[in-house]
């Protein structure tokens, strides 16, 4: 296990490297740099010049890829060239936004479907079955900015049961904050509620229709006590790995319900830092967020081990 | 009785006295806050060319002199100037007592550092090339001389990019120091910017907070100053409407200093034919385009040259909307069979690709086929402005203080023509211009410039956009200039 544990952050440490390679090339070909996005529509070929120089941006690739390693191993992330704040102190104050509102919208989202899914699976055909479905198709069919605006105009405008207004941190005032993220935080759920209920059904209707399922029944166990610890057991890896990735996903920021709602968070730095062609700070999005999917990984493969001891113990691959 | 209610009620509040409190520490405690869609570009004035950094840098700095809302040049950390007979020398008188918000004295020697910091590191510095020498003649009065002759050499002085910082403060970018009435509280990038009094500055301000909140989304922004969390917001003319005739709300709409048109490459083949510009030109109806993509908020010219300033003559009617005459003038050109030509679009203004596809609608009409690419910002900057590597684009400028600054873009040898638009006889009179004291004179050259443009049409030259500013109408003193600076010291709440 441990061996396993130091292969991974070894590998997670390769993949993170490669990914911002990849980054600093994509930047390097597309139009346009951080220079050029400032001076806009009112510079000229010399102030050009001076501006690429002050930032640096003359100097060879190799050089600029050297300073920015080199100080990444000091775990200095640089200085954006936007904002001209530290890489890490914008990070980090995306985090705090970012990160409770994904971890509480994949959870929610998680016990939404195993609930609605199982019960949709047991009594297929049923009530419940047909509305759970209803319901995926309706929430999968509509795009996260109209149902942001549509519930910001009738809870804020019309209903004003919550104020319309950015993010007020929970440090500052924690019934400020529920009120501030309640919105987005719905339109999260309701996104990430389809596709996890799709799988949690399927998988439970493929479980309890395995021979063991029937054995069970046969043998006399309570269908509760069959459902729950061996059914439920067996069809949760599927939704779980699934939910693992929409975290870290989430982690990279929802750029479009940031937007409408005004919150300050990881997608729309990021949108930002690459219309603005800010290197450092991209890059640093970059890395950060490929550490979390990497950690992602490594966390379900512990959560599904814990859930289902019956896996086999991932022997060969990273 | 409810009168009387709101009234009392109000006052209970004590949020502003009507505007007669000037820089008192005991002025009632209250704050504005203006919706905005992006953060600064850095609050260090000397090093950016964007104007969301100007429009909160100019209540943290102050320039020697500053504008009203009609473009005239007035005091500001200057209380008085002279230009000396043969127009080389300005000089400055400072108003006594200037302060920086770090409490360091803003002498003549500080405003000084500041200019030479403009001049070896600023992105404008170019601008300030003609400086040759700044000198302090005491305490409170520097002069600069220019090398040659620059009608317009004060207006230098007036926009934001020559705001007055502590030259030896650490880092502007996110620790400005002026000695403007305010001063930068915090800054969280996407967030808020908050600025609070500035303690060293003793002239007129009411409201001791402003903060800029961000928020990218513009129908957030209007439910926000519906629901009371912001008191100013930027509306595009289809949102104004909900808020006409209503008395809770002021609308402030008027012409911006800037101005938007289509340009054209004139370095292309077929667009170096006058005919084919002058086709473009007759091809498209302009006011059903301002009606269509702005909702008719928008005056429209005829030449590069905002309506609001005082050189501004009327060119517009030279070209009206006419398809016959435009087929006509394309085969004229050698183009019967019709051209095809590229058109780039900045995606980030979708108000410019909505125009562009209008245009080009209008375009094929006539049998000019355009291609239509849409590029990010960062690209069409690159590789559109930089590169000069398209036929059609649309795009917006902000307006400039003077007929010179405005238009030597249009100067054959300028790093800035991105039209590629060369006419000698443009170019000597823009020489002669900037040369001519005679103020009648002056003027009569900036209204032959226009002429020419407007005859030659190097580009689609489509309207002066009116911005459309709605608050509380218990706001008052919020004005519009003809440059990127807002004066949030003047703005107070009233309890009528």
């Not at chain 1, 740099?33 to 000229?44: M, P, Q, Y």
């Not at chain 2, 207006?155 to 009435?181: C, E, H, K, S």
């Not at chain 2, 517009?316 to 003038?329: H, I, M, S, V």
């Not at chain 2, 443009?426 to 003027?443: C, N, Q």
């Amino acid at each position: 296990m441990f061996r396993q544990l130091l292969r991974r952050i070894l590998a997670a440490f390769i993949v993170m490297f490669l990914v911002s390679l990849a980054t600093f090339a994509a930047l390097e070909v597309v139009p346009g740099n951080a220079a050029i996005v400032s001076l806009g529509t009112e510079g000229n070929v010399e102030q050009l010049a001076a501006l690429e120089a002050q930032l640096g941006l003359d100097r060879p690739l190799g050089e600029r890829l050297f300073d920015y390693y080199s100080g990444l191993i000091r775990f200095d992330w640089g200085t954006s060239s936007y904002y001209g704040q530290p890489v890490w102190t914008l990070i980090s104050q995306r985090l705090a936004v970012t990160f409770p509102l994904a971890l509480a919208s994949v959870l929610l989202a998680l016990l939404i479907a195993i609930t609605l899914g199982t019960v949709a699976a047991v009594r297929k055909g049923g009530v419940v079955d047909i509305i759970s479905r209803s319901l995926v198709q309706l929430a999968s069919a509509m795009p996260s900015f109209w149902l942001s605006l549509l519930l910001l105009v009738l809870f804020s405008s019309v209903l004003r049961l919550v104020p319309m207004g950015g993010y007020v941190s929970p440090a500052e005032d924690f019934g400020a904050y529920l009120n501030s993220i309640v919105l987005p935080l719905s339109v999260l759920v309701v996104g990430e509620t389809g596709p996890l209920l799709r799988l949690v059904r399927s998988s439970m209707l493929e479980a309890i229709g395995e021979d063991w399922y029937t054995a069970a029944q046969v043998k006399g166990l309570r269908k509760g006590r069959v459902i729950v610890s061996y059914a439920l057991r067996s069809a949760l890896t599927a939704p779980l790995t699934s939910a693992g990735t929409q975290l870290a996903k989430l982690l990279g920021g929802t750029a479009i319900v940031e937007s409408v709602f005004a919150l300050p968070g990881m997608g729309r730095l990021f949108l930002t830092a690459v219309e603005m062609r800010d290197l450092q700070l991209v890059q640093g999005i970059v890395i950060f967020v490929s550490f979390f999917v990497v950690l992602m990984n490594l966390v379900t493969d512990i959560v599904l081990r814990l859930v289902n001891p019956a896996l086999e113990p991932d022997g060969g691959g990273l | 009785m409810l009168g009387f209610f709101l009234i009392s009620c109000s006052g209970g509040e004590g949020s502003g006295d009507g505007g007669t409190t000037t820089g008192t520490a005991a002025a009632a405690p209250s704050i504005i806050r203006m919706a905005v869609t992006t953060d600064p570009d850095g609050l260090d004035p000397h090093a950016t060319a964007s104007a969301s950094t100007f429009q909160v840098t100019s209540n943290i700095y102050e320039t020697l002199v500053t504008v009203d809302e009609q473009g005239v040049i007035i005091p500001d950390l200057a209380e008085s100037w002279t230009v000396s007979e043969d127009g080389l020398v300005l000089t400055f008188t400072l108003r006594e007592g200037a302060t920086f918000s770090n409490g360091l004295a803003c002498d003549a020697q500080a405003v000084k550092a500041s200019f030479e910091r403009l001049l070896s590191q600023g992105v404008r510095s170019q601008d300030y090339s003609g400086i040759s020498g700044i000198d302090v003649i005491d305490e409170r009065t520097i002069s600069f001389t220019f090398s040659e002759l620059n009608v317009s050499a004060l207006t230098l002085f007036a926009y934001p990019w020559a705001a007055v910082v502590d030259a030896n403060a650490q880092d502007l970018r996110t620790n400005p120091v002026g000695t403007g009435p305010y001063m930068l509280s915090s800054w969280v990038p996407q967030q808020e910017l908050v600025l609070t009094a500035n303690p060293s500055y003793t002239g007129e301000r009411h409201v001791d907070t402003v903060e800029f909140i961000m928020m990218p989304d513009m129908t957030s922004q209007v439910t926000a100053l519906r629901g009371g969390q912001v008191d100013i917001i930027l509306v595009t003319g289809d949102l104004v409407g909900q808020f006409e005739g209503d008395d809770a709300w002021s609308i402030l709409a008027a012409p911006g200093n800037g101005l938007q048109l289509m340009a054209m490459n004139n370095a292309s083949p077929a667009l170096s034919d006058v005919r084919v510009r002058q086709a473009i030109n007759h091809a498209v109806d302009k006011d059903a385009l301002i009606e269509g993509v702005w909702w008719g908020y928008g005056e429209p010219i005829g030449s590069h040259f905002p309506v609001v300033l005082s050189e501004y003559v009327d060119t517009n009617g030279l070209y009206p909307y006419n398809p016959d005459r435009a087929r006509e003038l394309l085969a004229e050109a050698g183009y019967a069979d019709g051209i095809t030509l590229e058109m780039y679009l900045p995606r980030n203004y979708q108000e410019y690709v909505n125009a562009g596809l209008v245009i080009a609608d209008y375009l094929k009409a006539v049998g000019i086929n355009v291609s239509v690419q849409i590029v990010e910002w960062a690209t069409w900057l690159s590789d559109i402005y930089n590169g000069r590597g398209y036929d059609l684009t649309v795009v917006g400028h902000t307006g400039r203080l003077d007929a010179y600054s405005l238009l030597s873009r249009y100067r054959s040898s300028s790093a800035e023509n991105y039209l590629n638009y060369s006419d000698p006889a443009f170019d000597a009179l823009l020489d002669e211009y900037s040369v001519t004291v005679d103020e009648v004179r002056r003027t009569e050259i900036a209204h032959e410039m226009q002429q020419r443009l407007a005859e030659a049409v190097p580009g689609l030259y489509i309207q002066d956009p009116i911005q459309i500013y709605v608050t509380p109408s218990s706001l008052k003193g919020f004005k519009v200039f003809p440059i990127n600076i807002f004066a949030f010291n003047e703005v107070y709440f009233s309890q009528e």
